[in-house]
């Protein structure tokens, strides 16, 4: 394994008052070449769990292991394990070049040595053009990935990231988020790498963990965590989700029957409980002739899709409309029908 956590706590002791364990007993294996996003809200321990491996927080207890070595009290400088901030970090005084330079540098590398690695490195980042620019005269994309140059050229034995997008405008962070993934598979380098945005751990990931409250709530691939949550926070936090209670009537043969809002539903799985929460995704559900009587609330056009709000049985349910018509847009107060997609219905017990 390239990395692995075991049973790792960090807690800050507060006077005359209880510990606070930020990250409480969380055990993670990463593969090598493999790219693990830490996901979560603010505070659930994202982000001081990659500070632990990088070696910036010392642990209160557990142990941290990089590629079978335990580096739990190893200072940072000696687990080469480079980080790409947020905020960039470069050298404002130094060319592109120097900054990529420096690691190097402290490696004792030659600067004819460094300097061949860099050029080779840059010319497959589509970098060569800017070797010899001041990191003042680039775009915040451009310094993001000089930033990322800096630390791959250095070849780490593992890469962290921890919000390497916030500080780009919405265009630029679905760019350099592709130019990251693009590289990592590319070069098969290992990546924990720590966000607070969905979409961008979803499109971005080999597996993501979901942290709540200093735990890890879920591990798993982007499709299997969307589709299969193991609780109503995963399910809320990876995408949005409508919550319908239903009770379980009969389960047998790898199959469950159940009574809901929309009436008598079979899935596919086993029954855990007799009382289930359904998860039914916005895109899960359709508008047509048929289906569960409801009333629209509102809709909103968005260009590529329309979000709209329906009441059905006393519920308020989410539903996503693809390529919409925008003059055949259903009003608030229309009644419509309702049909959910059986096959993507996941319960939660």
């Avoid at 994202?46 to 010392?58: Q, S």
């Avoid at 300097?115 to 994309?141: N, Q």
């Avoid at 989700?241 to 799985?269: I, Q, W, Y």
Wanted: aromatic share 6%; with cysteine; hydrophobic share 45%.
């Amino acid at each position: 394994m390239a990395v692995e956590l075991v049973e790792l706590v960090k807690a800050f002791a507060r006077p005359g008052a209880p510990e606070v364990r930020v990250v409480n007993g969380v055990n993670l294996s990463v593969r090598d070449g493999e790219l693990v996003t830490l996901l979560g809200p603010s505070g659930c321990g994202k982000t001081t769990t990659l500070r632990m491996v990088a070696g910036f927080e010392e642990p209160t207890s557990g142990t941290i292991r990089i590629h079978g070595q335990d580096v739990t009290r190893v200072p940072p400088y000696r687990r080469h394990v480079p980080m790409v901030f947020q905020s960039y970090a470069l050298f404002p005084h130094l060319t592109v070049r120097q900054n990529a330079r420096f690691g190097l540098e402290m490696q004792g590398l030659s600067a004819k040595d460094a300097d061949a690695r860099i050029d080779a490195l840059a010319k497959a980042m589509h970098l060569d053009g800017l070797l010899e620019r001041g990191t003042h005269e680039l775009s915040g994309g451009q310094q993001q990935r000089v930033a990322l140059l800096r630390a791959l050229v250095t070849e780490p034995k593992v890469l962290l990231f921890d919000e390497p997008l916030s500080n780009l405008d919405a265009q630029m962070r679905l760019s350099v988020r592709a130019e990251i993934r693009a590289m990592q598979q590319r070069l098969g380098f290992t990546s924990l790498y720590v966000t607070h945005d969905q979409a961008e751990a979803m499109a971005i990931s080999d597996r993501v963990v979901v942290m709540e409250g200093g735990k890890v709530a879920q591990v798993g691939s982007p499709a299997d965590l969307y589709c299969r949550p193991a609780s109503r926070f995963v399910a809320s936090f990876l995408g949005e989700a409508n919550f319908v209670p239903a009770t379980v009537t009969r389960a047998e043969g790898g199959k469950v029957m159940v009574d809901c809002a929309f009436g008598a539903l079979e899935l596919s799985g086993e029954a855990g409980a007799k009382t289930a929460q359904l998860v039914v995704r916005p895109e899960h559900l359709l508008l047509g002739e048929s289906g569960t009587s409801a009333r629209v609330l509102s809709c909103t056009f968005f260009g590529a899709e329309a979000r709209c709000e329906v009441e059905l049985s006393g519920l308020t349910l989410a539903l996503q409309l693809p390529a919409p018509d925008p003059d055949a847009l259903p009003k608030a107060g229309d009644a419509v029908r309702v049909k959910v997609r059986t096959e993507r219905v996941h319960p939660l017990y």
